[in-house]
């Protein structure tokens, strides 16, 4: 399993591969520093210009039938493992 730092650092790749870059993206502090094997991920501030990027690719992204069944099996995933 990859840690919560890998995770954003994957993230923000990602991000910054389309040209958004979120600033102050990092692992929540206070989520970090605990014994909570999931840890928050702090998407943090931005300017108006990169919401208004990162809104634009999310709305290029298909949001059909496999994406959402997709969503659907992560979020029960994650549930079991907080179980």
């Not at 108006?48 to 990027?53: I, K, L, N, P």
């Amino acid at each position: 399993m990859r840690t919560t730092e890998e995770i954003v650092e994957s993230l923000r790749a990602a991000l910054e591969s389309v040209g958004v870059v979120l600033p102050s993206l990092c692992v929540d502090p206070v989520t970090g520093a605990g014994d909570e094997p999931f840890a928050l991920v702090d998407l943090g501030r931005c300017n108006v210009r990169t919401a208004e990027q990162l809104t634009e690719l999310l709305r290029a992204v298909p949001a059909g039938d496999a994406l959402r069944a997709r969503v659907r099996k992560a979020n029960r995933e994650r549930r079991r493992l907080q179980s």
